[in-house]
T-cell receptor, first 112, second 116 residues
């Protein structure tokens, strides 16, 4: 079956630091990969996605590259801001299957 | 567009009570789903629907019922609440054209449920 393993948190960084949140997956076939973000008190919203190997998803300064050879989709940002404080979820869905499988989430706190 | 709306935002129940969590979307999405979010466990799929009149079980369906009589609405019913159902519940929808697993899912703001 499908599964997602992501870096355990919480993660605390200073403003302008470099961010990496690791995500690896197990899936049948060729999954699509997603990062969702949940700001305090809100629902999840899509941050970025990649639908095939070597694709790079990007949004709001965040990037993640779909690496089939290492089954990974690590989230990176070069310079984080206080407003990036949130919980980040890695997720996947398989071809022909709308269902999302989520990782456990990583809580990120950025301090000024 | 209002997107995905959920009511209520908060609810406290006693063990054994029943209630319905409401979910509606105005984007004409075919696919709708319910998740529960528990600390350290991410989001787990409860039930989902690929269109009006069609529902199926997800990973953790026990204790919950759903129906989909219209494209817009997808209520989640707790038949006899238990403390183990204390959680935050999220409804989501996507365009859902069957083979398209690349669709973005849109989430509602959540319902925080406490069962005493």
């Amino acid at each position: 079956g499908n599964s997602v393993t992501q870096m355990e948190g919480p993660v605390t960084l200073s403003e302008e630091a470099f961010l990496t949140i690791n995500c690896t997956y197990t899936a049948t076939g060729y999954p699509s990969l997603f990062w969702y973000v949940q700001y305090p008190g809100e629902g999840l919203q899509l941050l970025l996605k990649a639908t095939k190997a070597d694709d790079k998803g990007s949004n709001k300064g965040f990037e993640a590259t779909y690496r089939k050879e290492t089954t990974s989709f690590h989230l990176e940002k070069g310079s984080v801001q206080v407003s990036d404080s949130a919980v980040y979820f890695c997720a996947l869905s398989s071809f022909g299957n709308e269902k999302l499988t989520f990782g456990t989430g990583t809580r990120l706190t950025i301090i000024p | 567009n209002a997107g995905v709306t959920q009511t209520p935002k908060f609810q406290v129940l006693k063990t054994g009570q029943s209630m319905t969590l409401q979910c509606a979307q105005d984007m004409n999405h075919e696919y709708m789903s319910w998740y529960r979010q528990d600390p350290g466990m991410g989001l787990r799929l409860i039930h989902y629907s690929v269109g009006a009149g069609i529902t199926d079980q997800g990973e953790v369906p026990n204790g919950y019922n759903v129906s989909r009589s219209t494209t817009e609405d997808f209520p989640l019913r707790l038949l006899s609440a238990a403390p183990s159902q204390t959680s935050v519940y999220f409804c989501a929808s996507s365009l859902g054209q069957g083979v398209l697993s690349t669709d973005t899912q849109y989430f509602g703001p959540g319902t925080r449920l406490t069962v005493l």
